[in-house]
């Protein structure tokens, strides 16, 4: 891979992509699904618009269609949780993980890669027509080094995040405000933000691409941790990526979802490179579906599985890990797949693996979410729902690195980094629901992670 180049002067530098992409028919009209794509309430899959590239998607029974009821409708985590500290979270990944958990290593090759990893990705020009906002990097700077992985990365995150979008505004009928930022040290992001939508409470997800030198805290933080880093006058140059979504919904009976996927590269006084991967995908119920349970992670196994057969059994070990409240003695929520660290056996099959992750946001998720839309439930639900979301915010202030690595930072964007924590939520003194409720059945869930495929 070519040597890492550092651009400054962001907003001069993007002058030419937004009078490009005028001259290109609206990207947003081009790619909404018609009338015809929705489905009634209830359906678990609402239609092939929802099948990935990068995974299968298999037919699973539909269970209960949602309750009737009085009531309402209604480690190295670089880049981490909801572009928590999306312009420290580059640096902040390099301290997360500190002492938890094994590397990521992609030890053998079970399988060549699926047919669609090997597509071509196609001119960049183009792709952008459907992104949200114009790309981080400046346009003539994408084709100029548009076969290196920080370009490949930059266009697979900005896909990521303008599919996902477009499909919750989709169901929601709202709209995304769009909010564009820079760092003064290099680089900047892209925040889509929905708020007191008909179905989302809060829905976020970010883009970020910075770059710079890494601080000697953080150099320090790897090399405890075994990295080799060779640097020149005290400067490690590096580069770093991700897109991040958090998604919490107003109706009880629809999960809260959190996705991440990122990549690190770090180049050394002699030109050599350090790189590696990292993300995952996990869901926060509110109460034990075993339905929406097996199509979430069956989605997620069947994408880890192309690549390598154990894939899905370590990472969704290590998200159960990673994702536990231990003031608590109980997880987030059930989880999915988390890794880091993941640098081999080549950057090309790592990055198809990762691409095969990032396609499953919209499958995995949004078949629940049309599921269960249009649900009843009473006003001890959504209490629930709100003690839940409490849990959510316990994790995230008190145990996710990056959010307290970025919150700790000069210069972090604190907005981007508060955006994973919900509207609203509660907290009771002693709470404990009643024994042999639902709501005592999901606890137990939580303190006790299940396999559910």
Same mark, same amino acid.
């Not at 080549?346 to 998720?365: D, L």
């Not at 269960?372 to 009473?378: V, W």
């Given at each position: 891979m070519a040597s890492i180049v550092l651009y400054t002067g962001q907003t001069t530098a993007r002058r030419c992509l937004s009078s490009r992409l005028k001259a290109l028919p609206a990207a947003r009209e081009a790619l909404r699904p018609g009338p015809s794509a929705r489905c009634p309430a209830g359906t678990l899959l609402p239609g092939p618009r929802w099948l990935s590239r990068g995974t299968g998607l298999r037919f699973m029974s539909q269970g209960s269609a949602g309750r009737a009821g009085a009531g309402r409708t209604g480690r190295r985590g670089a880049l981490v949780l909801g572009a928590a500290a999306a312009v420290t979270a580059a640096v902040a990944g390099l301290v997360a993980n500190a002492s938890h958990f094994h590397s990521a290593h992609m030890a053998t090759r079970v399988a060549p890669a699926a047919e669609e990893e090997r597509e071509v990705e196609g001119d960049i020009l183009e792709r952008c027509r459907g992104f949200m906002s114009a790309p981080v990097s400046d346009i003539d700077v994408l084709q100029g080094r548009k076969e290196e992985m920080r370009t490949r990365m930059e266009m697979l995150i900005m896909e990521t995040q303008a599919e996902f979008c477009k499909a919750l505004q989709e169901v929601d009928g709202g709209t995304f405000k769009v909010d564009r930022w820079d760092r003064k040290e290099g680089g900047g992001g892209i925040s889509c933000v929905m708020q007191d939508g008909k179905l989302f409470e809060k829905a976020g997800v970010n883009v970020s691409v910075v770059f710079g030198n890494l601080t000697e805290e953080a150099a320090k933080q790897m090399r405890s941790r075994g990295k080799v880093l060779k640097g020149k006058d005290g400067k490690l140059p590096f580069c770093a990526m991700g897109v991040s979504s958090v998604i919490h919904p107003k109706n009880p009976h629809i999960p809260t979802v959190h996705f991440n996927y990122r990549y690190f590269e770090i180049e050394e006084a002699d030109g050599n490179k350090q790189w590696w991967f990292g993300g995952g995908t996990d869901l926060t119920p509110v109460y034990v579906n075993k339905d929406d349970a097996f199509h979430f992670h069956n989605t997620l196994k069947e994408a880890c599985n192309k690549h390598h057969s154990q894939y899905y059994t370590d990472f969704k070990k290590w998200c159960d890990r990673y994702f536990y409240i231990g003031h608590r003695g109980e997880t987030r929520g059930i989880g999915g797949i988390f !890794?880091? @660290? %993941? @640098?081999?056996?080549?950057?090309?099959? *790592? !990055?198809?693996? /990762?691409?095969?992750? *990032?396609?499953? /946001? /919209?499958?995995?998720? %949004?078949?629940?979410? =049309?599921? =269960? %839309?249009?649900?009843?439930?009473? @006003?001890e639900e959504k209490d629930w729902q709100q003690v839940r979301r409490g849990r959510y915010v316990e994790f995230n202030l008190v145990y996710d690195r990056g959010v307290k690595f970025g919150l700790a930072t000069p210069g972090s964007r604190i907005e981007s980094i508060l955006m994973s924590l919900p509207l609203t939520a509660r907290w009771e003194y002693m709470h404990e629901p009643a024994k042999g409720s639902r709501e005592a059945e999901m606890l137990e869930v939580l303190r006790s992670p299940k396999d559910w495929v």
């Open positions: !890794f880091d @660290d %993941l @640098d081999s056996p080549s950057q090309e099959e *790592a !990055f198809n693996f /990762v691409k095969s992750c *990032a396609r499953t /946001v /919209v499958p995995c998720y %949004l078949p629940i979410v =049309h599921k =269960h %839309l249009s649900d009843a439930f009473t @006003d």
